[in-house]
C-alpha cells in the first residue's frame, strides 16, 4: 500500500515526485516506458515560455509565466544550465503588430514582467540578420532555454535519492477503486494506493476513464522540429518567433544550452501518438518559416530531424482551450491536454495538482533528512585542468574520448552507469550524456558504446537497444 502513486515519468510525473520527495510519504512512479521522459517531453524545443501566448487568467497563461520563475530555484536544485536569453517575437504587417499587442496584454494579465513593443530597427540591432521585412516585434526578457534531457534526468535522480521508487516497462491496464483504494492493474501485477496522480500524458484520459466518463477528447498532434550545428548556432542571441499569417502555425528558431538551433515546431494532426516519423512537407515548411525570420540562416547545417506528439483536446473552442488539472475521483487527481509550453507549466502545474490533493486528504508533513540539492555533474571535458588529473588519476578511462563531437569520455559513461536511475538503452545514454547528438549523430562513437555497454553490461551487442526492444542497432555477426 503506498500513499502516492504517480502513473507517468514525463516532465509532470518527475516534477511530481521531485516535489513528493520533500514529505514522509511512501511514493511509486509507473512509466511504460524503458525510461523517463520517453513520450511528449523528449521532443520538445527546450524553451521556458515566458507566458504571454495563452489566454489573459487562463490556467495554461498562469502556469507558463509562474513557471518560468519557478525555474531559477530548480536550476539551482539540481545543478542544472537555464539561460534567460529573451525572445524576441516578429511582426512584418500591421496587423501582426495589432496581435502581438494582444498577446502583451495577455501576459501582463498572466503576470508576466518586462515586455515591451520594440520597432523593427531595434529588433535588428538585438539579432543580427533578423528580416529586413520586420516592422515591429514584441520582446520578452523573462524567455529562457534549458537542457530538457537534463531536467528530466536530475528531477527523477533528486527524487529517488530522497527514497522515491520508480519502476520502467510497467503500463498500468486497468484502475479500480473501492474501499477508499485504488489498486492498479499492470503486467508487473498490482499496486495499491490511497492517492494518485495521473501524469500519463498521451494516456492521461485513458487512465481517467477507468475511473469516471470521459468529457474530453484528446487526440495526437505532431510537431517536427530541425536541429542546427553549433557551428550554425553561434548566430542567434535569442528565442525568435514571428507572428503567423494564413496557416503558418507557430513555428520558432531558439538557440540551445549546448549551442545549436532548433527550429520548429510544425502542428499537424495525425492518427496515432506512435506518428513521430518526420515528412518532407515537415522539413520544408520549418525552412520556409526560418528563412522568413532570418533570410541567411544556412539550411545546408541541419544535422538532425525529429518529431513529437501532444496530447491536443478536440472537442473545446480555441478561445475557451485550457491546461486541465482536476480531482477526477476521491483521492486522485489528473493531468489533461497539457501541450506546449507544458515545460514551463509543469512546475506549477504540479504544485497546484498537491494542494488539490491536499484537499481531498493528503498530509504533507516534511521530511527531516530531505537533500534538497543535487551535487553538480559536468563531464570530464568540462572540468577544470586540476579536477581532471584528479579524475585521471582514480580511473584513466577519463582520458579515452569515446564521443568527439560531444567530446564524452569512457569515464563519463562509466560514472553515468553507476548512478541512480542508469540508463538501460542508448536513448537513455544519450539523454544524460549526449553521446551521438553531435555533428556526426553517432556515425562515429555508436559502434564504441555499443561495444562499451556489452562489456559493461555482459550481453551480446544485437542485445543492446536504441529505446525498446525490436530496436536492436547489431543483428549479428559478419562471417
Known amino acids: 500500500m503506498k500513499d502516492v502513486i504517480v502513473i507517468g515519468a514525463g516532465i509532470l510525473g518527475v516534477t511530481a515526485a521531485r516535489m513528493l520527495a520533500k514529505y514522509e510519504l511512501d511514493v511509486l512512479v509507473l512509466e511504460k516506458g524503458s525510461d523517463i521522459g520517453e513520450g511528449a517531453s523528449k521532443a520538445n524545443s527546450g524553451v521556458l515560455a515566458a507566458g504571454y501566448h495563452a489566454r489573459g487568467g487562463s490556467l495554461k497563461g498562469i502556469s507558463g509565466a509562474c513557471g518560468n520563475r519557478m525555474y531559477r530555484q530548480i536550476a539551482e536544485e539540481l545543478s542544472l544550465d537555464v539561460q534567460y536569453t529573451g525572445s524576441i517575437h516578429c511582426a512584418y504587417h500591421e496587423e501582426g503588430i495589432q496581435e502581438l499587442r494582444k498577446k502583451m496584454k495577455r501576459g501582463e494579465q498572466n ?274 585542468c586540476e579536477e581532471q588529473r584528479e579524475l585521471l588519476k582514480e580511473d584513466p578511462a577519463y582520458g579515452n574520448i569515446i564521443c568527439r563531437c560531444e567530446l564524452v569520455t569512457e569515464g563519463d559513461i562509466l560514472a553515468v552507469l553507476r548512478e541512480p536511475l542508469p540508463p538501460k538503452n542508448m536513448d537513455g545514454l544519450k539523454k544524460r550524456l549526449r553521446v551521438g547528438m553531435g555533428r556526426c549523430q553517432g556515425g562515429f562513437c555508436t559502434p564504441r558504446v555499443i561495444s562499451l555497454l556489452s562489456k559493461e553490461w555482459g550481453v551480446e551487442p544485437e542485445k543492446i537497444v536504441k529505446y525498446a526492444k525490436g530496436s536492436s542497432l547489431v543483428k549479428g555477426y559478419l562471417k
Request: hydrophobic share 40%; net charge neutral.
Open 111 to 384: 503576470g508576466v514582467q518586462g515586455l515591451r513593443m520594440i520597432s523593427g530597427d531595434e529588433a535588428r540591432a538585438m539579432q543580427p540578420g533578423l528580416s529586413e521585412k520586420v516592422i515591429g516585434a514584441l520582446y520578452a526578457p523573462s524567455t529562457g532555454i534549458i537542457d530538457i534531457y537534463q531536467l528530466l534526468v536530475r528531477s527523477a535522480q533528486l527524487a529517488v535519492m530522497n527514497g522515491i521508487q520508480f519502476m520502467f516497462d510497467t503500463e498500468v491496464t486497468n484502475i479500480i477503486y473501492e474501499n477508499e483504494v485504488y489498486t492498479l492493474h499492470t503486467e508487473k501485477g498490482m499496486f495499491q494506493a490511497r492517492c494518485l496522480i495521473n501524469a500519463a500524458g498521451e494516456n492521461a484520459a485513458w487512465m481517467e476513464s477507468f475511473v469516471c466518463p470521459q468529457d474530453l477528447v484528446i487526440k495526437p498532434r505532431r510537431g517536427q522540429f530541425l536541429v542546427f550545428d553549433q557551428e550554425e548556432g553561434e548566430k542567434l542571441k535569442y528565442v525568435l518567433y514571428q507572428q503567423q499569417e494564413s496557416d503558418e502555425k507557430g513555428c520558432l528558431l531558439a538557440p540551445s544550452v549546448h549551442g545549436n538551433i532548433i527550429a520548429g515546431p510544425t502542428s499537424e494532426n495525425v492518427d496515432s501518438y506512435k506518428r513521430v516519423e518526420t515528412t518532407a512537407w515537415g522539413i520544408e515548411h520549418i525552412t520556409k518559416i526560418a528563412k522568413k525570420i532570418l533570410p541567411d540562416i544556412d539550411m545546408s547545417k541541419v544535422i538532425a530531424s525529429f518529431a513529437g506528439i501532444r496530447a491536443n483536446i478536440t472537442n473545446v473552442e480555441k478561445e475557451e482551450k485550457d491546461f486541465v488539472i482536476r480531482i477526477s475521483k476521491p483521492h486522485m487527481v489528473s493531468a489533461l491536454g497539457i501541450k506546449n509550453p507544458g515545460i514551463t507549466a509543469a512546475p506549477y502545474l504540479m504544485q497546484y495538482a498537491l494542494e488539490l490533493l491536499q484537499k481531498e486528504g493528503l498530509v504533507l508533513k516534511e521530511k527531516p533528512d530531505y537533500h534538497a540539492k543535487l551535487p553538480d555533474y559536468r563531464k570530464f571535458m568540462k572540468r577544470s
